[in-house]
């Protein structure tokens, strides 16, 4: 089949030579196979030896080479051109994952990424059974402790790999880090890479870590900075769905009380509450509910919303016609 | 004549009654029945899943139930109320056993789960079932000139990968229906960075901070490329583009009132009076030309 032709802008940056960033225009050819990787390789090895990026497995394995595509995050390993030219049209601008940071052309320096990561405690902490008490049939015998006791560690069932095993299959590529709006506007948060690394021990029965579920549930860094609007989702090249395990991770800390400021908690709660007295969802009281007294801060808002017609005060409307049904079921499903 | 079951979610029935209005005024001129369903529920809008995640899926099969009766596939008007239901749709046309626990919780309240109601979101409908010449046919008063951004979401058209095929396959980081939409109405699609971001409704009441940022992200770059009005398809976007917009902001509307102006309908018909970003006389100044019954 013939190649088609692709016009490539790629970033160009030096933080040694300290000049302000450009952009260089490459167009090329590429057949229906190629991966953004190898157009890149091929500028490298025949226009500009000087163009700059990571690459290691070349088969989306090591995670090395995440950059974006038009705002996307993409690994460039795996990623048809075909695709990306579909998606976007012939012209493509290449970006290095966080412009902010660049090293050289598409090299970022991912400190705080995987300083996050370490945070998340990346590995298993074994929790022991004392050989006496009544644990997991299946256990394997650790060294012996100080005072003569065997510890046990109690093996996995493959019915509990199920929760972890996608998580298990992180290549730490960043691009999920990359696509998340809040980091750039709350830089402790931790990200969806390094919750999902928590999630993955979390669910580990053979996992003893004391405060994993305390350190994600905290304001600030926590599961509760995350604005729901799954773009890590849409770009892990695992298929892996950060998104899902911070919402199990909210439902973890929910369960534990170990949410912060009670305002998180309260609103989740008041969500439900609110459905089963009307089967819908009045804001309103759910806010009242939720903040309390810091209801004040929202005083003016709330004037110029009651103006235009938005304010439905009475705590029982809107009510679904079904709400007798709705709330039976809830009740059923507790 | 289209007929569809309207899904109407919670939202537009207390905070944001433009949209329904709005939604049914259009829907009428291009033929579409729309059959508000009364008996369901909430989808739970990402926070019941929070929760409790088998409660939102046995609310949202019953949801789909209503019509399924009908015959008709689930029209939503709000993009979170379109990824909650295409999420449960997923899992329950997927996943036997889940449909099997569902269904047998169901069956209590003689329902059943069927799944021949398939989730859309009425941007969708418009675009796949209704013709884009019926819609130009439409214009009276073409927005000509007329710099419009079109401001996405997220939930819309995430995850792509379960709701791809109910979205035209849509990219979720290059979108075009909004845009295709402006041009049909005869307006100036305005580009730039923001239009598939998202606004952070979903922790606005505790993060007000994050959602402010993005708001003022959104509507300052969208004004900086020109735009002059903004619209979205989502009521959860719109509330929060209106609650934390900078104090000289452009027009936020939805799409629905948009096509409304451009189709010549009336001001209150369009719900327009509820929006608290729009000023009556500056949003009529910008229009290139209104017939003298609009300004009453």
């Known amino acids: ?20 960033h450009s952009y260089d225009c490459y167009d090329l050819t590429y057949h229906q196979n ?33 950059m974006k595509v ?28 966080d412009q902010s940071r660049v090293v050289r052309d598409l090299i970022c320096d991912m400190d705080m990424f995987w300083e996050k990561y370490t945070r998340s405690a990346p590995f298993l902490e074994p929790v022991t059974v004392q050989a006496s008490s009544p644990g997991p049939a299946a256990a394997v015998s650790a060294e012996p402790l100080d005072d003569g006791k065997t510890p046990l560690i109690p093996l996995i069932f493959s019915g509990s790999t199920n929760a972890i095993d996608d998580a298990d299959h992180c290549i730490m590529c960043g691009a999920c880090y990359a696509a998340c709006p809040v980091v750039p506007l709350q830089p402790d948060f931790l990200g969806p890479a390094a919750i999902t690394r928590s999630y993955r021990f979390i669910k580990d029965v053979r996992d003893a870590h004391p405060g994993r579920l305390a350190a994600v549930g905290e304001a600030g ?27 199990r991770l909210h439902q973890e800390v929910l369960r534990s009380g170990s949410s912060p400021g009670g305002i998180r908690a309260r609103h ?26 810091r209801m004040i801060t929202m005083l003016r808002r709330g004037i110029r919303m009651f103006l235009h017609g938005k304010l439905v005060i009475n705590p029982l409307r809107p009510r679904s016609r079904g709400y007798r049904q709705i709330r039976r079921l809830m009740r059923r499903s507790r | 004549m289209n007929r569809y079951a309207l899904y109407p979610g919670c939202n537009p029935q207390m905070a944001e009654p433009e949209l329904l209005k709005a939604t049914y005024a259009v829907a009428e001129v291009l033929g579409i029945e729309l059959i508000k369903l009364d008996r369901v529920s909430c989808c739970g809008g990402a926070h019941l899943q929070d929760r409790n995640a088998f409660q939102s899926l046995l609310l949202n099969a019953r949801n789909f139930t209503f019509a399924e009766r ?7 008007i709000c993009n979170t109320c379109q990824y909650i239901l295409a999420e449960a749709y997923h899992t329950l046309t997927t996943d036997t056993y889940t449909r099997k626990q569902i269904n047998t919780r169901l069956e209590g309240e003689n329902l059943t789960f069927q799944g021949t109601s398939r989730p859309r979101n009425f941007l969708y409908v418009l675009r796949e079932d209704i013709d884009r010449t019926a819609v130009r046919q439409q214009v009276r008063r073409p927005l000509r000139g007329l710099k419009i951004a079109p401001f996405y979401g997220c939930h819309l058209y995430s995850p792509s990968m379960i709701q791809a095929v109910y979205t035209d396959n849509e990219s979720p980081w290059n979108p075009g ?38 708001v003022h992200q959104i509507i300052g770059q969208a004004r900086e490329n020109g735009a002059r009005v903004l619209i979205t398809p989502c009521p959860l976007c719109h509330a929060n583009l209106e609650a934390f917009a900078p104090g000289k902001s452009i027009p936020i509307l939805y799409y629905q009132q948009l096509m409304g102006l451009a189709f010549g309908l009336p001001w ?23 017939p003298e019954f609009l300004r009453r």
């Not at chain 1, 089949?1 to 302000?20: K, T, W």
């Not at chain 1, 604005?227 to 899902?244: A, G, H, N, R, Y």
């Not at chain 2, 009908?70 to 939503?76: A, E, G, I, N, R």
């Open chain 1, 221 to 247: 860094s926590g599961v509760w900075e995350c604005i729901k609007c799954l773009k890590c989702t849409e770009v892990c090249p695992k298929q892996i769905d950060p998104f899902s395990k911070l919402s």
């Open chain 1, 34 to 66: 190629d991966q953004l990787l190898d157009v890149l390789e091929m500028i490298k090895t025949e226009i500009d030896h000087s163009l700059s990026y990571r690459r290691s497995c070349r088969h989306g394995i090591c995670g090395s080479c995440a």
């Open chain 1, 268 to 293: 989740t709660s008041g969500f439900q509450l609110n459905l089963l007295l009307n089967g819908l969802l009045n804001e309103f009281p759910l806010a009242v509910f939720a903040m309390r007294f």
């Open chain 2, 177 to 214: 229906s909004l845009e295709d939409l402006i041009s049909d109405l005869g307006g100036d699609p305005v580009d730039y960075p923001s239009r598939n971001q998202c606004c952070g409704f979903h922790s606005s009441l505790y993060n007000p901070r994050t959602s402010h940022d993005l």
């Open chain 1, 70 to 97: 038009n705002g996307k995050p993409v690994l460039a390993c795996s990623t048809p051109v075909r695709d990306l030219v579909r998606e976007f049209g012939p012209k493509l601008t290449v970006d290095p994952l």
């Open chain 2, 70 to 76: 009908l015959q008709m596939d689930l029209v939503t």
């Open chain 2, 268 to 290: 209150k018909s369009l719900g327009l009076q509820h929006n608290m970003s729009v000023r009556k006389r500056e949003l009529l100044d910008l229009l290139p030309v209104v």
């Open chain 1, 1 to 20: 089949m013939a190649p088609d032709s692709v016009r490539l802008n790629i970033f160009r940056y030096d933080a040694f030579r300290g000049e302000s």
